[in-house]
């Protein structure tokens, strides 16, 4: 009897423990991978949302809180000192720190690169013949969206760069043995994706959802890529489509949610709630959308109002307010070659609405309440200096707001004059250029033309530069445009600040950025050169 | 075999691992010099005596006779002649002619018995034997069986049967010893008596070697233990006011170390067994609970169900966890029912917490001081208005009125306590045994808000259903309950004295400081509300078969199943300066089987002795989570209970997803085989090996280990040349080599995924997927293969101990390796390094003084281990952004080296151009003319040189004092509160830390204005000595006890943390204080408790 029990509870384990092969089989069950996404419409709509918001990243990151600042400072746009920058400042008004170890090079470069990797699984995908539960043409306009999206990191790329690796399909096992393609390379994948992009986008009013790429977009960027590749007459062609497409005009009275309070019709463009196209602004060819807690809203804490809008409530007497822009932490200023030598009176880009200058005052609870606000000391400009409004940005509900959350505008109908002045320049049409450039005066000065025309003897390349500074203020990627032009280090040595907010130590070979020191090192297979002077 | 003792040139690198050597070399010396002394040691009655005596006394005589004949004589006193001296010249004689001489003109003669027994008799008689019996019983009155009743100088013995009786024939007038492994010696002349019954005592230093303790999968006695396995003392495990039982066990065992990274009620430590076998994976012991791996927190164990705990330390002890096992092993075992009457106890304490020690913030004064040296070092101009030296608007009314804030008293509660109560039944008879337990625990903080509740319950049953097959299970139910919003150490520290705490309306003002909108009330935190709870929910059954037919084996099965259910919400509103009001609520669940069979074998050949054990188990562990966060509430009424009232609603939770707390599934299955041999109790030989199952490995590798160990022990005082010499209890060597393994990897690490995230259009929410991680398919576990060398020991009957020396290295670490981002990818894992520790635990336990009334008993611990990155990556450099550096140890504090601060008049152009007078002032160390990131070094390590451990205990009569002493010497670590990095103008300081300025000219601290731009983190020595618990016990005495109709009754005061020493700065060495604003669950201050406590049982 026992011995059957006994023998009849191990045959009961041997039956319980004839485990299936299957028990240590590992089944995702919380987890997406390319091959559960990357196969029906539904999940090329997700990897869109996923691209896009990686894109959005870009300028939106506090990684460290100043990255924002490689963009502007250094160049004749923006300055600052050294107790109020970040790591990733200092090198770029500081040059003889800017060091193949540089942060603002290395998040820049991963941000591309993540980019471009994430457009080429879905290019991949959607190019791949056994995908079949979506059809041609919707694989066709998510493959068109997502080479518009790899075209735009690999032109960032060059740009600063130089040379870069190009990779085209995504990794499934690890590669260290990467090597820097010829300029001319990327730049032809560049113009291969665009004119794909080019050939199958829809136009802005067609877009499957607001902030999807449309053809407009395709355009602006493969015009200011020709620029860049010295072919004005594609620049040319490509600025006068758009423009002629009907599509975008130029915003000359007021709109939207401020437009019953002070202000003016450019201010108005940059007002959260007024940026994007459904809102009124008929000038904005490309937006990157973010919106005050909905959830997607935001992916990072964007610090753009934080870089832009100076510390004023750290004066006594003085409190956060709407007006002023909420809490800004004035880590850059603008260089006073435009607070004082930019903008004439009568321009509107220089009214009261567009650059803060003067400050008051505000907390009633001061004795000095209403006076005008005159401080002295070491480094007052953090607190009080003049600073331009586009990243104003004010919750009430959210006073410290550590983020800044308002629509990035990546490109719009202003842009695309300046682009197509300079196209017309290179062209030897200095009366094409003026007329471009005048369409803009036209609506930024109310007097005009009695102010603010301009001739086809003032056209030069410095001069339409100047124009994009008074139009595109912390606004354009204004490294990337004086790198482009070929123009930053002499417009430094010009026009850059001096005394304690000085650009130092800049080389001719700073103008491209250091290949991250890391990507050489851990690129074991193959050299990655390193841009020379680094 | 060459290979596992003396393994590739073990003891000849580093300096530690000479330390070692010299160690084991001083107790071979011992050992040998032990061997010679005793081999010295013999008997005969042929030994050749030389004396000369004059006019001695006969009986002195006969003592000198024996003394240097070393024989034995029998006599009785009374048979002696009376007044006869002796006169005697011997020149070597044997010593049987020489008693002959003595004799001469006596009535006495002597025979030899035996061959060893020199008995004198009256001319004539005959020696007679006489027939003695007896009962021999330990203290408590159970009889003692096994006991050796010998008598003295003769081989003639008998033991004693089950009910501890014996019975012997001995010459008359002859003295019987009784010896007992584990009790002392008693040696009692028999004279005429024909029944002798014998109490015998315990031996505090040679019982221990007869403890019967676990081992995992079974249990051994301590003497045929190969491997390393401490057990924690038992007065670590009563008496102590904590909530969680490591809290007791910190700094008491040798080679493990338990780390409170805050003192905050409810929060667990750090476990660590010997050195750091990982760099990535979890360094975290596995912890068995009665046999079974257990899945959740020590928080859900009630220290007083406790029974025991047995630390695994090296390979050979580890290995039968396979996977599992490269951490060491906690084998935790609770109480279970005795036959007997139930009993029924009740053990509670209560007492008042403290702060052990304050840190204060600078006072309305200093502060205000501090405000015009800041300005001043600035170089600023107060703009005007000027607030009155204060900084803010909302300080002026306070500074005004002189009426000063002190935030951290405002923040703590002066009526912390920490109570406890469990109600206990227990019994049970021969087939049918039981224990209940019901617990309630409660540690209200020192800090207004914090708080912990554990309520539990357990049931042990076992049960003999036939003498061949048992029953049985362990049921507990534990609720951890950490519910509450609380308020910010941080911000209380940081707090304007003349920060204004109230509205009028008496409400906590969101913004004491206000303009400055940074630093929000401290208070805040006590509006939040917090459902915090955590249960376990655990169920084990067993069954134990033990077939007839085949004598020794044993079939045990163990089925066990784990439901952990948690729950965290909060919601915070207007009052707490969220002016839309967010809600967030979670809910986690585990669920965890474990099916274990063990067959295992016991049989004796002889001498020899084997012990086979076999496992086959599977394990299955699935975690879900689903969370909710909703914000714009129309008001705060409802908290988080109506979280569907958010306007804007979120499923998932950001945070969740990058801890890695998705969902997931893992399984495990495993096979095992274990060998104990024994020849005689001398010669131990232990082999395991252990073949495991994981399904988080990758496709392109197996998924099984194995892990395979050896050890080998030799019980040296069992030899017959100690088995005889009295001062030695016990001496055993032990050595053990073998492998085990860590999983290292959460599921999923081996595929390509995507993340998921969210992006925006118009309004409209969409989710979106980006890259997440390269998947590496050839991922395996990590393998740590170890050396143990120990030798524990027992003398005098006073003192015992363990030495260990050991050596692990680990291979196949699991690393996240860098990718160039061109791939797209960040990192990938990869088992890619090596790690080596060395290290030595010493434990010694010795009994200082030992009389009727009074010991005095010492618990001494120390241990060291050295942890050496052998290899990293495949290019064999260092990583200095994650502070891991080849051929240095983990924990490496990599950074400026601070020389000081710049004085006005030196000149820094040189080494460090544009520093200012009171700024850091760093070592140039590559000479570059300038501070940079390439003039960093090591400058010490997180990881303590050494600790130790003392506990001295003072019995007198029935009052017992305890003292427990810990240390940790030789460390380092980040010391934030010396940082204010750029906010010194903002916030209130330390009151103790002080600044530099022109004239008191500091070497040590910045000036206010010094913003640290390196990022200078304070690296600060963090050693201490802390008395870490005193306890006075009164054990109320049995008869007045028994007159109260009670079984027994205890009474403690105990203090915890009563004083620490140390040249830390700040709140305390060993908690971690986090810098930052956030609301830091961590940053709490050191806790001092005294509590009063009872024990009571009824008969």
């Known amino acids: 009897m026992k011995t059957k029990f006994f023998l009849s509870i191990l045959f009961m384990q041997a039956l319980l423990f004839s485990c299936k092969k299957s028990f240590l089989a590992e089944n995702l069950v919380s987890t997406y991978s390319p091959s559960n996404v990357l196969v029906d419409s539904l999940g090329f709509e997700a990897a869109m949302a996923g691209l896009q918001a990686q894109v959005r990243t870009q300028y939106t990151y506090a990684g460290d809180q ?192 401020n437009a019953g309070q002070p202000g003016d019709y450019y201010s108005d463009m940059f007002v959260y709630g007024n940026e994007r196209r459904s809102q009124g602004n008929t000038e904005a060819i490309w937006v990157e959308e973010q919106d005050y807690n909905i959830p997607g809203g935001s992916t990072n804490s964007d610090q753009h109002r934080r870089m832009w809008v100076p510390g004023y409530y750290n004066v006594a007497g003085m409190v956060i307010c709407d007006s002023l822009g909420g809490r800004g932490i004035g880590r850059m200023r603008l260089s006073r070659w435009i607070m004082y030598n930019l903008y004439d009176s009568n321009d509107m880009r220089n009214s009261i609405y567009n650059i803060h200058r003067v400050f008051y005052y505000n907390n009633p609870s001061s004795p000095l309440f209403g006076q005008q606000v005159i401080i002295t000391g070491t480094d007052t400009l953090t607190q009080t200096s003049p600073y331009s409004t586009k990243w104003n940005n004010y919750q009430p509900t959210n006073l410290f707001g550590y983020g800044t959350i308002k629509d990035l505008i990546m490109m719009r109908l202003g842009e695309t004059y300046l682009l197509l002045a300079e196209a017309q320049f290179l062209q030897g049409n200095p009366t094409g250029a003026a007329a471009s450039i005048n369409a803009l005066r036209q609506r930024a000065y109310p007097g005009y033309p009695a102010y603010g025309q301009v001739q086809p003897s003032d056209i030069t390349l410095d001069f339409i530069l100047d124009e994009r500074a008074r139009e595109l203020v912390a606004e354009e990627n204004r490294r990337m445009t004086l790198v482009r032009t070929g123009t930053l280090l002499e417009r430094v040595q010009r026009l850059g600040d001096t005394g304690a907010t000085a650009i130092t130590g800049m080389s001719a070979y700073n103008v491209l950025l250091p290949i991250p020191q890391e990507e050489i090192d851990l690129n074991e297979g193959a050299v990655l050169t390193q841009n020379s002077g680094y | 075999m060459k290979k596992f003792l003396f393994h590739s040139g073990v003891f000849s690198r580093a300096i530690t691992q000479q330390r070692l050597l010299l160690m084991f070399k001083w107790a071979f010396f011992f050992i040998f010099a032990l061997c010679l002394k005793v081999s010295a040691k013999g008997y005969s009655q042929d030994n050749k005596i030389s004396l000369e005596i004059k006019n001695m006394e006969f009986r002195k005589v006969l003592t000198l006779l024996q003394k240097k004949g070393k024989i034995h004589l029998l006599y009785s006193n009374e048979m002696l002649p009376v007044g006869k001296e002796i006169s005697l010249t011997a020149r070597d004689e044997g010593v049987l002619e020489v008693l002959q001489k003595v004799l001469v003109n006596t009535d006495l003669q002597y025979q030899v018995l035996n061959e060893e027994l020199v008995v004198l008799t009256l001319r004539g008689a005959e020696v007679r034997n006489m027939p003695v019996k007896g009962r021999i019983t330990d203290e408590k009155g159970q009889p003692l069986s096994g006991v050796t009743v010998g008598v003295e100088g003769s081989k003639t013995a008998v033991t004693t049967n089950a009910n501890g009786e014996y019975e012997i024939s001995v010459p008359e007038n002859s003295r019987l010893v009784f010896s007992y492994v584990g009790y002392i010696r008693q040696s009692i002349s028999v004279g005429q008596r024909s029944s002798l019954d014998v109490v015998l005592v315990v031996n505090p230093i040679s019982s221990s070697l007869n403890d019967v303790i676990v081992v995992g999968y079974g249990t051994q006695k301590r003497s045929d233990v190969t491997g390393s396995v401490v057990s924690v003392p038992q ?82 002890a580890t290995a039968i966890y396979g996977t599992r096992g490269s951490s060491g092993v906690l084998l935790i075992t609770t109480k279970r029912g005795r036959t007997g009457k139930p009993v029924i106890r009740y053990n509670a304490y209560a007492g008042p917490e403290y702060f052990s020690h304050t840190f204060k913030p600078m006072d309305g004064a200093q502060y205000v001081e501090k405000n015009i040296i800041y300005n001043e070092q600035r170089g600023v101009t107060p703009p005007q208005p000027v607030y009155d030296s204060v900084i803010n608007l909302a300080e002026v009314p306070n500074f005004r009125a002189g009426h000063q804030v002190d935030w951290i008293k405002e923040v703590s509660r002066a009526d912390a306590s920490i109570q406890s109560h469990n109600l206990n039944v227990s019994g049970g008879t021969n087939d049918v045994k039981y224990y209940i337990n019901g617990e309630y625990t409660k540690d209200n903080g020192i800090l207004k808000g914090y708080q912990y509740r554990r309520v539990s319950l357990r049931s042990n049953l076992d049960v003999n259903l036939t003498p061949w097959l048992t029953i049985g299970s362990t049921l507990f139910y534990a609720n951890n309950n950490y519910d509450g919003g609380h308020v910010n150490l941080t911000l209380a520290g940081q707090m304007s004295p003349y920060g204004q705490e109230y509205n009028a309306d008496g409400t906590y003002d969101i913004y004491p400081m206000y303009t400055q909108l940074l630093y929000m009330n401290p208070l805040l935190g006590l509006y939040e509300p917090v459902i915090n709870r955590s249960n376990n929910l655990t169920g084990t059954g067993y069954l134990e078969v033990k077939p007839a037919i085949i004598k020794g084996l044993k079939y045990h099965l163990n089925a066990s199943y784990s439901d952990l259910p948690g729950r965290y919400d909060y919601y915070t509103g207007r009052n707490m300066g969220d002016l839309i009001g967010h809600a967030y609520a979670q809910n986690t669940e585990t669920q965890n089987w474990i099916l274990e069979n063990i067959l295992s074998y016991t049989r004796d050949f002889g001498q020899h002795h084997i012990d086979l054990t076999a496992l086959y188990s599977a394990q299955h562990d699935n975690f879900f989570v689903t969370s909710l966060a909703a914000n714009t509430f129309i008001n705060d009424q409802l908290g988080f209970n109506n979280i569907n009232a958010g306007q804007v609603q979120s499923a998932g939770n950001m945070d969740a997803l990058n801890n890695n707390a998705e969902p997931s599934q893992y399984a495990l299955l495993s096979q095992m085989g274990r060998l104990n041999y024994s020849y005689a109790g001398k010669y131990l030989l232990t082999l395991t090996a252990r073949r495991d199952g994981y399904s988080g490995f990758g496709a392109l590798t197996s998924k099984y280990g194995t892990f395979p160990s050896v050890a080998a022990a030799w019980n040296i005082a069992k030899e017959d040349f100690l088995k005889n010499v009295s001062f030695v209890n016990a001496l055993k060597l032990r050595a053990s080599y073998g492998t085990t393994g860590n999983s290292a990897i959460t599921p999923y690490q081996t595929i390509t995924t995507l993340g998921v995230t969210q992006y925006v259009y118009d309004g409209t929410t969409a989710t979106g997927t980006v890259a997440g991680s390269l998947g590496n398919a050839g991922l395996k576990w990590e393998s740590t293969t170890g050396t143990n060398i120990g030798i524990d020991f027992g003398l005098f009957n006073r003192i015992d101990g363990t030495v260990e020396g050991y050596l692990t290295k680990t291979s196949d670490l699991l690393l996240s390796r860098n990718l160039p981002m061109i791939t797209g990818y960040s990192s990938i894992l990869d088992n890619i390094g090596k790690l080596q520790n060395t290290g030595m635990d010493v434990s010694i336990h010795s009994i200082n003084v030992r009389t009727k009334n009074f010991t005095w008993e010492t618990n001494l611990t120390y241990s060291f281990f050295h942890n050496k990155i052998t290899q990293l990556y495949g290019n064999n450099q260092s990583d200095t952004g994650n502070s891991w550096f080849l051929g240095k140890s983990l924990g490496a504090i990599y950074t400026y080296k601070l020389l000081g601060v710049w004085q006005v008049g030196q000149n820094p152009a040189a080494s460090q151009p544009g520093a200012q007078p009171g700024d850091l002032k760093f070592a140039d160390l590559n000479k570059s003319g300038s501070i940079t990131a390439a003039d960093r070094t090591i400058v010490g390590y997180t990881v303590p040189k050494w600790t130790g451990g003392i506990i001295n205990t003072f019995t007198y009569r029935d009052f017992s004092l305890r003292i427990f002493i810990s240390t940790t010497q030789g460390a380092m670590k980040n010391n934030p509160i010396l940082n204010p990095a750029d906010q010194a103008g903002a916030i209130n300081l330390p009151a103790s830390v002080g600044y530099w300025t022109a004239a008191n000219q500091s070497n040590t601290r910045s000036s206010l204005a010094y913003t640290n731009p390196l990022g200078y983190a304070y690296p600060s020595k963090d050693g201490y000595t802390r008395i870490r618990d005193v306890t006075l016990n009164y054990h109320v005495p049995a008869r007045i006890v028994n007159s109260w109709g009670l079984g027994s009754l205890s009474c403690y005061l105990s203090g915890r943390n009563l004083h620490t020493f140390t040249k830390w700065t700040g709140w305390d060495p060993e908690t971690n204080y986090n810098g930052g604003t956030s609301v830091n669950y961590d940053n709490y201050p050191q806790v001092a408790s005294y509590v009063f406590g009872v024990n009571i049982s009824l008969k």
């Open chain 2, 235 to 316: 007065s670590r495990l009563s008496e102590l006011p904590v909530t969680n039982v490591m809290d007791a066990v910190e700094g008491s065992v040798a080679g493990f170390t338990v780390t409170q990274n805050s003192s905050a009620p409810g929060t667990t430590a750090t476990l660590q067994v010997r050195g750091l076998n990982s760099i990535n994976a979890s360094t975290t012991p596995l912890i068995v609970l009665d046999g079974v791996p257990f899945p959740g927190s020590t928080n859900d164990i009630n220290p007083n169900d406790i029974a025991s705990i047995e630390i695994l330390k090296d390979a050979s």
């Open chain 1, 66 to 257: 100043g990255l924002i600042g490689c963009m502007y400072l250094g160049t004749d746009m923006a300055n600052t000192i050294p107790s109020q920058s970040t790591a990733a400042m200092l090198p770029y008004f500081q040059y003889n720190t800017l060091t193949s170890t540089d942060p603002g090079a290395l998040y820049y470069w991963g941000w591309a690169y993540q980019t471009i990797n994430n457009a080429n699984l879905i290019i991949q995908a959607a190019e791949n013949p056994a995908v079949t539960a979506t059809g041609a043409a919707n694989k066709a306009y998510i493959d068109a969206e997502a080479r518009f999206y790899r075209a735009y990191a690999y032109d960032f790329l060059v740009t600063l760069w130089g040379p870069v690796p190009l990779i085209t399909v995504p990794l499934t096992v690890p590669k260290v043995n990467f090597t820097r393609a010829p300029v001319d390379s990327v730049n032809a994948q560049i113009v291969q994706d665009l004119t794909n992009s080019i050939a199958t986008l829809p136009p802005v009013t067609g877009v499957r959802k607001e902030g999807r790429p449309n053809i407009a977009m395709a355009q602006q960027l493969l015009a200011e890529v020709s620029l860049r590749m010295s072919n004005p007459a594609v620049t040319q062609q490509l600025c006068q489509t758009i423009i002629s497409s009907g599509n975008f005009s130029l915003i000359n009275s007021r709109y939207g949610v």
